[in-house]
Nanobody
Framework: QVQLVESGGGLVRPGGSLRLSCTAS????????MAWYRQAPGKERELVAS???????NYADSVKGRFTVSRDNAKKAVYLQMNNLKVEDTAVYYC????????????????WGQGTQVTVSP
């Protein structure tokens, strides 16, 4: 069984920084893509940043220049360094991954973590 486990959320003041981590575990053959999404109260879940196995990186316009996504393939991990945090960054942040397991007949399947709360407040 595949699990994505996030850590690193918390409460921070505007202008502060947090670093989120997510590690995948279980019977994983390969990881195609890892990403961070977030969902604020009353809003839809949105993509924050993603990184593919080829190293292609994508950011939401609202976080460009402030957030940095990185991955460690050996550790099956993805990280999100968040700097200059704003009140509007407050949300539950979810780790997401497209990965291949022995049970998926060779096709990538999507998995989600349980989410970690990030609160930015004066």
């Amino acid at each position: 069984q595949v699990q994505l486990v996030e850590s690193g959320g918390g409460l921070v003041r505007p202008g502060g920084s947090l670093r989120l981590s997510c590690t995948a575990s279980g019977r994983i053959l390969s990881i195609v893509r890892m990403a961070w999404y977030r969902q604020a109260p009353g809003k839809e879940r949105e993509l924050v940043a993603s990184v593919t196995s080829a190293g292609n990186i994508n950011y939401a316009d609202s976080v460009k220049g402030r957030f940095t996504v990185s991955r460690d393939n050996a550790k099956k991990a993805v990280y999100l360094q968040m700097n200059n945090l704003k009140v509007e960054d407050t949300a539950v942040y979810y780790c997401n991954s497209d990965l291949v397991t022995p049970y998926g007949l060779g096709s990538p399947e999507e998995y989600w973590g349980q989410g970690t709360q990030v609160t930015v407040s004066p």
